[in-house]
């Protein structure tokens, strides 16, 4: 049998459990219940935090999980991207106010950026010889410039419309994100079988769709 991580609530899960439906695989969702078995597919599906995904599929206690590739990025885990899956598509992008002038990356140059992904940022800003103070914080980053927290953000960017509204302007896109099906790195043949199954129904629904 399977274990399969999904997102419990929140910009992943409804795509999610569409996928596996449309994958012909019945589970229960939604009912506040942290697990369920799948009543014709040997599966099961644990609800989790998004950012926890990673961890579990690393240490086995999942086989499979759905995240963003922003988050299995940024957490870091050595886990192998099964598939790309082509919803929750955002983009993580570098933020300024609007009344600022934006000449380049270097213009960042020993500033303070507030972000929740300190290592894709801090990465970049290496790649790009750039050195800036990086403050992390985990929730409500755009709001930092205007309480003087710091002179630039970084966050996940999908409308656009969040930035706008807190008087901020995207000035640079840092990494592109989609949902991905994620696996543990040393599943057995039984278990790979499965997902090899699993996997030619995803594809299945996605060649249907396009
Ligand atoms: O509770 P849990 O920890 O599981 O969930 P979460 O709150 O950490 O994550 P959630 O559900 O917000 O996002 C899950 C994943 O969806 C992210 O890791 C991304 O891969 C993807 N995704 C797609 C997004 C967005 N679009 C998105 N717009 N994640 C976050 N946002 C936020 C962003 O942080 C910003 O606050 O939405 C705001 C910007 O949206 P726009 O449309 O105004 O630009
Ligand atoms: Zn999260």
Known sequence: MLRIALQKSGRLSED??????????????GTGKLKSVSSNFPAEFLFLRDDDIPGYVEDGVADLGIVGENVAVETGRPVQTVHKLGFSKCRL??????????????????KNIATSY????GNYLAE?????????????VEI??????AEAVCDIVSSGSTLLSNGLKEVETIFRSEAILIANSALDAEKQALVDKLLFRIKSVQAAKN
Do not use: M
């Open 16 to 29: 999610s459990y569409q996928l596996f439906k449309e994958c012909g695989i019945r589970f229960d969702y």
């Open 144 to 149: 930092a410039p205007s309480i003087g927290l």
């Open 118 to 121: 300190p290592n894709l940022l």
């Open 128 to 140: 790009q010889g750039v050195q800036a103070d990086i403050h992390e914080i985990s929730g409500s």
């Open 93 to 110: 992008s570098i933020a300024i106010p609007r009344g600022t002038n934006w000449g380049g990356i270097q213009d960042l140059q020993g």
